[in-house]
């Protein structure tokens, strides 16, 4: 048994060089592995804190949302008072140029918060996506 040429001893030595090879290459994979779910940790992480900024923003449009709100509700009342009691003719014309900045300045005014609302929910969005990917490629990884 001890003759190094037998044909099984060669074949049992054949099997454990590619077993050692093949104990390698799975180390080789387990690390490249454990990199990639670092890597993935990490960019989850940075997700999750841009998460947070942009609920902030979204919080912050809402409120800027109210506040102009509130502003448009007075520009009404004035304007109903107005028109319920008008002021006399010398200074109508006067108060239509007033009224036509005042028209002006409102639609500018509506027209911001819906830009910035559009901007909120495409970032909404994105995040929402990026990390449903992320929780994909976490599940596939595992």
Known sequence: MDDKNCKDCIQIENLKNKLESFEKGLKNSEEKAYGMVLKLQDRVGTLERQ????EERVLMIFNILNEIK???KVIADKIDDFERHPPGNENMEAL??????LSVRIKTVE???ARRWDEATRTIILVLVTQIIMFIISRILK
């Open 70 to 72: 509130d502003s448009v």
């Open 96 to 101: 239509k140029l007033d009224m036509k900045e």
């Open 51 to 54: 998460g947070d900024k942009n």
């Open 111 to 113: 027209d911001k918060p």
